[in-house]
């Protein structure tokens, strides 16, 4: 599977089979966390064999059979949450590829104390459930790209593709609250008003990087 192909194909999953993550499957997941920690700053973590999805909240979240999580946890500053979505995206997708199944939670879940570790300055921002998936999920439904780029269909292809990529990006509630400005070779990215749009900012950048195959100097 290459990386386009985990883009078209990874759908939020919450329900999961009780098959275990290990071996290269385990190796290459936390391969991805060590290099997105490196890169970022960030302090992200998988947490196997827990029981934050043992609550009433999962339940209402219709999760079932999680047992495993990547909490994603980083410096309390202005630039956390766009960077835990970006990053966050970056484990989904290599998550995708190595056979996973994930989903972004933002509350749905329950924090258990000393599951995973955060300095004073740290917080916890939000959690993806990973594992084998019980089903593949489905597609969410999509804005149509005009509605997310003004500049869609005068812009050059490699643009369309970013945003076509970037509307296949799991965001809070499917909300889609981001822009895309075409300007001269660059782009200018915006979240809108939104519960967990800088988070979704993120995630939407980087499924823009994937599918332009534009790299972060991109962005304007």
């Known amino acids: 599977m290459d990386i386009m192909d985990a883009v078209r194909e990874r759908h939020s999953v919450r329900k999961y089979t009780d098959k275990p993550i290990e071996g290269e499957t385990l190796h290459g ?4 966390i060590d290099e997105c920690n490196r890169e970022s700053g ?15 909240k999962a339940r209402y979240g219709r999760f079932s059979g999680v047992a495993n999580y990547i ?19 970056k484990i989904v997708i290599r998550a995708q590829m190595l056979g996973l199944s994930t989903c972004w939670v933002a509350g749905t879940y329950k ?39 003004p500049d869609y269909d005068t812009a050059p292809e490699w643009f369309r593709k970013g945003v076509d990529a970037a509307l296949l990006a799991p965001t ?6 981001f822009m895309f400005l075409y300007n001269g ?36």
Not at 71 to 87: C, N, Q, R, S
Not at 128 to 148: D, F, L, M, T
Not at 172 to 177: D, G, S
Not at 192 to 218: C, Q, T, W
Request: glycine residues 10%; charged residues 25%; positive net charge.
């Open 185 to 220: 070779g660059k782009v200018s990215a915006q979240a809108l008003r939104g519960p967990y749009s800088m988070i979704d900012l993120g995630i939407v950048k980087y499924h823009f990087e994937i599918g332009s195959g534009k790299g972060r100097d991109v962005w304007k």
């Open 111 to 149: 924090k258990i104390p000393g599951a995973f570790d955060a300095e004073p300055e740290e917080k916890l921002t939000a959690v993806i459930s990973v594992g084998y998936g019980a089903n593949k999920g489905v597609q969410h439904r999509s804005k149509k790209p005009e509605k997310v780029a």
């Open 71 to 89: 909490a994603l946890v980083g410096k309390d500053t202005p630039e956390l949450y766009e960077l835990v979505g970006y990053y966050g995206e």
């Open 172 to 177: 809070a509630i499917n909300q889609q609250k």
């Open 29 to 32: 997941l936390l391969a991805v």
């Open 42 to 56: 960030l302090h992200i973590q998988l947490v196997k064999d827990e029981k934050a999805f043992d609550c009433l």
